[in-house]
């Protein structure tokens, strides 16, 4: 056994023993909320389909209907063959970004491959020394490895202190040519909501900019399903916002809307635009067409909104460790091989809900995270509550 090879099984043997061993489980079929694993059925507690369009036959018929008339068209390809710089720029991409800026009433926006991609890339584009950004302690590792890339200073403030922050960029603003505030909207293993108006507030009193990533509140929050920075009448304050396609809009891709001198700018310096195949024609296509639908899903987001409630008031009122106000609910267990277990009791039951770990949350801070949707039956909320209380005792 070479020495690398030695390295990594030592490595990995140190993950099962510690209870933070990750394997890839393959999902065989979808039909609504639930999967298919090893050919066992269960409840799927653990997708980013929000709004259960990932898993709409319908939406997907009418769709496939739309692109049968079009298999000529360029907008239907399965492959852009290219990068966008190159021949990869087909029509479909600038009528999408065309049609998501105005959605948004901004002035220009960018799609990019993934929200890895986007994340990584704009903050290694836009800031350099010279420049810092201040970013909320449990921002995405995407939005971490952007900081990383950046050669700007960075300094993380505490989990929604927006007094810390304010002190930060007391004693730090004067120091730098350029600030940059960075946040997501809902945040992922928690579940809670940042105070976007607050944030307006604070980067307009130091003159800095404001990030928002709203990957976890695009088409789940706001009348028009924009997220949280619509809902609170906050979009036209922020300067770049943050979304993603992959998530509650069933699709793939990550867009920023923002200023056309941005966007140019981000076409000639963000390395993970330049140096990628875009995406096929095809997934922007389907982009552009749920655009379309979301803001029509009124229904889906107060059913979203009221199974989150349910389950939250049942996971209190049986005094189990929860968090958040969004569609993301945690059940926080706390320790490693007490999370894994209950997450393998939950499958006996039927519910699949993978346990979460460091490094992807604190140590110490392992959980079950229930990623609600709006086609989960009022019965089966209930279920999922019952099933953790039989597999806590």
Known sequence: MTRSQDKIHHELLELEKNSRLRTLKTVEEREGNYIWISGVRYLNCSSNDYLGIAGDIRLKKKFLEWCSDRLDFLETDLSSSSSRLLTGNSSIYDKTEKF????????????????YHM???FFAAMYEKGDLIVADKLVHASIIDGLKLSRAEHIRYNHLDNEHLRKI????RTKYR?????????FSMDGDTADIAELVKISGEFDA??????????GCAGEKGLGICEKTGMTGRIDFLAGTAG???GGAGAFIVCDSAVKQYLVNRCRSFIFTTALPPMNISWMKFIFTKVPEMKKERAELTLNSISLRKLFIQNGLATAGDSHIVPLITGDDARTVALSEKLKDSGIFVPSIRPPTVPAGASRLRFS????MTGPEIRSIAEAVLEALK
């Open 100 to 115: 998501i800026a105005e959605l948004y009433g901004k002035e220009d926006c960018i799609i990019f491959s993934s929200g």
């Open 119 to 121: 994340n990584a890339g």
């Open 169 to 172: 960029l007391s004693e730090n």
């Open 178 to 186: 350029s600030v940059v505030i960075v946040t997501e909207s809902v």
């Open 209 to 218: 900019q404001l990030f928002v990533d709203e990957a976890h509140a695009v």
């Open 247 to 249: 998530k509650a809009l």
């Open 372 to 375: 609600l949707t709006a086609k």
